[in-house]
T-cell receptor
Framework: DTGVSQDPRHKITKRGQNVTFRCDPI?????LYWYRQTLGQGPEFLTY????????KSRLLSDRFSAERPKGSFSTLEIQRTEQGDSAMYLC?????????????FGPGTRLTVT | DAKTTQPTSMDCAEGRAANLPCNHS???????VYWYRQIHSQGPQYIIH???NNETNEMASLIITEDRKSSTLILPHATLRDTAVYYC??????????FGPGTRLSVLP
């Protein structure tokens, strides 16, 4: 399978705990994106990387959120001190930023439930 | 905020063409129209994109009006597997995708 993969697919955690999600993009893609999606809404942009550099962060990405892409390959998204409002689907996508017109390829997402 | 307006939901009979409209009256000259869809419990999937001309690929056709203020995504022969939420996005190179709530298409047997 050469698509975008995410792990875990589901995570249930108690309020106040830290969680970390992983995304493995399509291997030749240099851009990687994180989105959050709540029920009935479209995905909301959180942040994106070009290679290992984090180039943009949304205002939605509070201080409790941190994302890394240390070697320009896989990425992790960590949420510290989770709150019930963090419950959502977290989507990762990748694209080939060297092309002028590009589509983003999305992974299946990690569904987070904070109890 | 999304720059597009779409109907909340639509129904289509299996085997018939599904025509999904999108208004983007504030689109600028260098912005493209992209369409994605999201089947339940999956990540969004790219369908098609265009600038001015109509476009067609193996999944769908995209018709953009001459003034570029609206577009229509056409699924020529809808199947039950086309039931999904369809997102119309106005996008310029270097910007991030802004998804609205989309149109929930139900293909009925």
């Amino acid at each position: 399978d050469t698509g975008v993969s995410q792990d875990p697919r589901h995570k249930i955690t108690k309020r106040g705990q830290n969680v970390t999600f992983r995304c493995d993009p399509i291997s030749e893609h240099n851009r990687l994106y994180w989105y959050r999606q709540t029920l009935g809404q479209g995905p909301e942009f959180l942040t994106y990387f070009q290679n290992e550099a984090q180039l943009e962060k949304s205002r939605l990405l509070s201080d409790r959120f941190s994302a890394e892409r240390p070697k320009g390959s896989f990425s992790t998204l960590e949420i510290q001190r989770t709150e019930q409002g963090d419950s959502a689907m977290y989507l990762c996508a990748s694209s080939d930023g060297n092309r002028e017109f590009y589509e983003q390829y999305f992974g299946p997402g990690t569904r987070l439930t904070v109890t | 905020d999304a720059k597009t307006t779409q109907p909340t939901s639509m129904d289509c009979a299996e085997g018939r063409a599904a025509n999904l409209p999108c208004n983007h009256s504030t689109i600028s000259g260098n912005e493209y129209v992209y369409w994605y869809r999201q089947i339940h419990s999956q990540g969004p999937q790219y369908i098609i994109h265009g600038l001015k001309n109509n476009e067609t690929n193996e999944m769908a056709s995209l018709i953009i009006t001459e003034d570029r203020k609206s577009s229509t995504l056409i699924l020529p022969h809808a199947t039950l597997r086309d039931t999904a939420v369809y997102y119309c996005i106005v996008h310029n190179y270097g910007q991030n995708f802004v998804f609205g709530p989309g149109t929930r298409l139900s293909v009925l047997p």
